[in-house]
């Protein structure tokens, strides 16, 4: 073996034998206790609803269908909602952004049903995104059968393609 050869060997052996002991090193350490979030950082929201889900039975075409859902914040913090997202032009929600510790909050979904979803199965998502560390997205769902029959021309059923 050539004198290049070998001292790159020797590099190569000194490389590795140097990275398992670090690793080895590591490996040992105690692992560090792992502290809940809520316990480190302070005072913290907290999002609480009981109906993540309404189903509005029959609705007429060419309607609003709209429902309010009710949420409270049972945290020492101010809750927020910092954005929302819904799953189509056709969905909009309205919500109190800011809800202090203790009291509640709404968000109010409207579905504008259209006549092309005659007899169809409908269902609309809206998602919340909070500063609640244990909460931080929310999925409301809103599902209806829209009365009537369907006509040939009719759209394929109206749903959110969208799993969040």
Not at 131 to 146: I, T
């Amino acid at each position: 073996m050539t004198y290049a050869l070998k001292s790159a060997a020797l590099c190569l052996g000194l490389l590795i034998l140097c990275g398992l002991g670090g690793g080895l090193a590591l490996a040992q350490q105690p692992a560090a206790a792992v502290v809940p979030a809520s316990e480190t950082s302070g005072p913290t929201p907290q999002f609480v609803i009981e109906q993540y889900a309404h189903d509005g039975g029959e609705v007429n075409p060419a309607t609003l269908f709209t429902h309010t859902f009710t949420f409270k914040n049972e945290g020492d913090a101010p809750l927020l909602i910092t954005r929302v997202l819904t799953g189509c032009d056709c969905l909009v929600a309205k919500v109190d952004r800011e809800v202090a510790p203790g009291a509640a909050g709404q968000v109010t979904v409207s579905i504008r049903v259209y006549r092309e979803w005659a007899g169809q199965e409908i269902n609309k998502a809206a998602w919340l995104y909070t500063n609640d560390p244990l909460n931080p997205q929310v999925r409301l769902l809103m599902s209806a059968k829209v009365k009537g029959s369907p006509s040939a021309d009719a759209m394929p059923p109206a749903s959110d393609s969208a799993e969040k």
